[in-house]
């Protein structure tokens, strides 16, 4: 017979509130053929040698883990029987590596309980311990309709209990979380932030004023009051049992914490327990898998929202940013990519609004975020956060916002197009004049599109061969600077004074030069078809890798 629980509720949470709770890529629904609104009453493991011939056991609403069992194995469709036969909301199977039979589906398809299977690399330990979790935790007082391991949105929820700003840290000090800034931080909420961890030099201060062996000893509220450096904090320990899993540090925003701001931080630590057992035991690897999940999104898997975090009924749109970490000998052309700058605008991005969610790969961040105020309103939030992180450029760009999933992939590509037209404006400059810049889609129409055109045109001019052509290898061959004199003559709408300053030469320096190349190769920007052959041919060979420095 099962095992399970004593105290068995016959109703509960749903099944797809369950699924929703676990970390993410844990279970695949096979079949589930009332649907994923069955309610559950509880987790038991199902030993099928033990059970019953008559099949009188019963397991009315529970989750049955069929430890053993393959999805593919003969015995699997008996068990899923006896588990119907029983009431069961659902079997677990381990699903290995061919597959459900074709029986098996079938004889789900015509039952009540639902078919789920555990993917490769989830030991069952995990899975009980998830699903429990999930169970106990369905709706923490407080905080309902959080996602088990939102972090983000729990400390924006918790900011709305206590009048304050919120970090959620683990126990050695680094951040999980923090709310979202509503006001200019103090220097000590904006050093923790950009650093990810309180200072090293502030937790030893901590620690040898005995602040730290206070907070962890007690279930109660520890005040830290005010100085001439730092507003007022609050701090309560979160514990499970006698583990301390982390802290939630509660600080003035603005104005004074509210009077029962204390015990609504003691509320609040009761109902983190479940969220940072969750993200100790499975946050990171739910992160890694969150994180594909939005990447498989972004290039138009819909099938992968669910394990994004996403909902398939909100409109959202894309933002990109790209960050970099900027020396005074460097301009962005060949800055290093800023991984502490994007592990800041992540956080940042997460406490934004919730239902935000974020993907990285390589020096750019991937924000998918609810449509609500505008499709620049998170990119510029991120601005304002990166303005805070010195020596650090970061270029973000908002995409329209897509009305449903499948457009997506259309609203990332705009934005990376939009991070293009920044990024070209800024290549060349000294670093000391590159500056971080936002801009939405419909504020650089003009430019996008001529992006779009030259990457069409690219291959065929390749093909081809004519005065521009010759005048660019020449340059390239003997480090001229014809085409770059030509460029900035047609940038300048074909002003000679406006062109030179630029060059920062002489005007009939300027103008020996385009008469050079009007003599040489032909190019003569007078010729309207020679000038548009030169504004396309010039703007592709700025692309490539320069040689010798133009003189």
């Known amino acids: 017979m099962p095992t ?39 987790v038991a493991l199902h030993d099928p040698g033990e059970e019953r011939d008559d ?91 959080l996602r088990l391991g939102d972090l983000s949105g729990l400390a924006n929820t918790v900011a709305d209990l206590v009048g304050g700003a919120i970090t959620i840290e683990d126990p050695q000090s680094r951040v999980l979380a923090y709310s979202r800034l509503d006001h200019e931080p103090d220097p000590m909420r904006r050093l923790t932030i950009l650093g990810q961890e309180v200072p090293r030099w502030r937790v030893v201060e901590l620690r040898e004023s005995g602040f730290f062996r206070t907070l ?56 983190a327990v479940p969220h940072l057992s969750h993200h100790q035991t499975w946050g990171r690897a739910a992160a890694r898998a969150r994180e594909g999940a939005v990447h498989a999104l972004l290039n138009g898997d819909v099938r992968a929202a669910h394990e994004a975090g996403v909902a398939t009924d909100r409109p959202y749109a894309v933002v990109v940013a790209e960050a970099y970490d900027v020396h005074d000998e460097q301009a962005v052309s060949t800055a290093t990519a800023g991984q502490r700058v994007l592990d800041v605008l992540a956080l940042q991005a997460a406490a934004y609004r919730p239902g935000c969610v974020t993907a990285r790969t390589g020096r750019r961040l991937y924000v998918l975020v609810p449509a609500g105020d505008g499709e620049t309103g998170p990119a510029r939030t991120l ?32 934005a990376e197009l939009v991070v293009r037209v920044l990024r070209e404006r800024a290549e060349g400059r000294p670093a000391g004049e590159v500056v971080s810049a936002v801009a939405a889609y419909d504020e650089v129409v003009a430019e996008t599109t001529v992006l779009r055109l030259l990457d069409r045109v690219e291959p065929l001019w390749g093909s081809l061969s004519g005065p521009v052509h010759a005048m660019v290898e020449h340059d390239r061959a003997h480090g001229s600077a014809y085409g770059d004199s030509v460029a900035a003559y047609l940038d300048a709408s074909c002003d000679t004074g406006t062109a030179a300053r630029r060059l920062n030469v002489h005007p009939n320096t300027l103008r020996y030069r385009l008469r050079r190349a009007r003599e040489l190769f032909g190019v003569d920007p007078a010729d309207p078809a020679v000038r548009l052959l030169a504004e396309v041919g010039l703007r592709l060979a700025a692309r490539r890798p320069p040689g010798n420095a133009a003189r």
Request: net charge positive; aromatic share 2%.
């Open 4 to 42: 399970h629980e004593p105290g068995r509720r016959d109703t509960g949470p749903s099944l797809e509130q369950i699924l929703g709770l676990i970390a993410p890529g844990m279970l695949d629904v096979v079949v589930a053929p009332r649907g994923t609104a069955v309610p559950v009453a509880g």
């Open 55 to 145: 099949g009188t056991w019963a397991a009315t609403g529970l989750i049955l883990l069929a430890v053993g069992v393959e999805v593919a194995s003969p015995e699997a469709v008996d068990v899923l029987r006896a588990a119907d036969r029983a009431g069961a909301a659902a079997v677990v199977m381990r699903r290995g590596g061919r597959g459900p039979r074709a029986a098996l589906v079938e004889a789900a398809g015509r039952g009540r309980t639902a078919l789920l299977a555990r993917r490769p690399g989830q030991g069952w330990t995990e899975v009980l311990g998830g699903l429990r979790t999930a169970l106990a935790h369905s709706a923490p007082a407080g905080v309902a309709g």
């Open 216 to 271: 962890w000893s007690t279930d109660g509220v520890v005040r830290l009051p005010a100085d001439a450096r730092y507003a007022e904090r609050l701090a309560i320990a979160v514990r499970h049992g006698s583990e301390v899993l982390g802290s939630i540090w509660a600080a003035a925003d603005g104005q004074p914490l509210a009077e029962d701001a204390a015990a609504a931080l003691r509320t609040a630590a009761r109902a």
């Open 383 to 414: 601005l304002a956060t990166a303005r805070s992180v010195p020596r650090s450029v970061v270029l973000a760009g908002a995409g329209p916002v897509a009305a449903g999933l499948s457009g997506l992939p259309a609203s990332r590509e705009t």
